[in-house]
């Protein structure tokens, strides 16, 4: 089945310690997409890339990293640095297309990050 | 910069009800618009979009919206709802050219009451 997996669903972070969420597609999608959601505040752009090797902050990047050395893997990595990284966080792909319908993103099933 | 304003938070309506989500955006530019669901612990579904052409967008589950670019409004519509529409609906909005960035609502919650 073509999808986007994110991996893991639950992860907790210790005071100082980063983590790392995973997200994997195999729909052959060009762009991909960090998104962060807090209740009552909708989606937030956190990085993007629409290429391997090459990526772009998005709206709340600060004490965020990712990395894009494979088109299927896009990673991020919540550092010490977020002090408030409590949230529901989704990741997402699309096509680009020159000329053509692009981005229409498609989402994984999203990874629960709490503070211990 | 974009933005997307969801005028409920939440919507609790009786099952077979109708029922109207409303969304606006500010651009002076042409947009793409969509409407994304959410079911509780779960990634967001495209149940429609709006990229050209015909203003009245069907999706899927029954839903329907339409665009409208004089009051920069892209409301969704369902005629009758059934209990499995209880969810998180999200407006969004992109720009045609560049990054296409998608810029979301802050989200209404829908309540379907027996």
């Known amino acids: 089945d073509g999808g986007i997996t994110q991996s893991p669903k639950y992860l907790f972070r210790k005071e100082g310690q980063n983590v790392t969420l995973s997200c994997e597609q195999n729909l052959n999608h060009d762009a991909m997409y960090w998104y962060r959601q807090d209740p009552g505040q909708g989606l937030r752009l956190i990085y993007y890339s629409q290429i391997v090797n090459d990526f772009q902050k998005g709206d709340i990047a600060e004490g965020y990293s990712v990395s894009r050395e494979k088109k299927e893997s896009f990673p991020l990595t919540v550092t010490s640095a977020q002090k408030n990284p409590t949230a529901f966080y989704l990741c997402?792909?699309?096509?680009?297309?020159?000329?053509?319908?692009?981005?229409?993103?498609?989402f994984g099933a999203g990874t629960r990050l709490s503070v211990l | 910069a974009q933005s997307v304003t969801q005028l409920d938070s939440q919507v609790p309506v009786f099952e077979e009800a109708p029922v109207e989500l409303r969304c606006n955006y500010s651009s002076s530019v042409s947009v793409y618009l969509f409407w994304y669901v959410q079911y509780p612990n779960q990634g967001l579904q495209l149940l429609l979009k709006y990229l050209s052409g015909s203003t009245l967008v069907k999706g899927i589950n029954g839903f329907e919206a339409e665009f409208n670019k004089s009051q920069t409004s892209f409301h969704l519509r369902k005629p009758s709802v059934h209990i499995s529409d209880t969810a998180e609906y999200f407006c969004a909005v992109s720009d045609r050219g560049g990054a296409q960035k998608l810029v979301f609502g802050q989200g209404t919650r829908l309540t379907i009451n027996p």
């Open positions: 997402a792909s699309s096509m680009v297309q020159i000329g053509q319908l692009k981005n229409i993103q498609y």
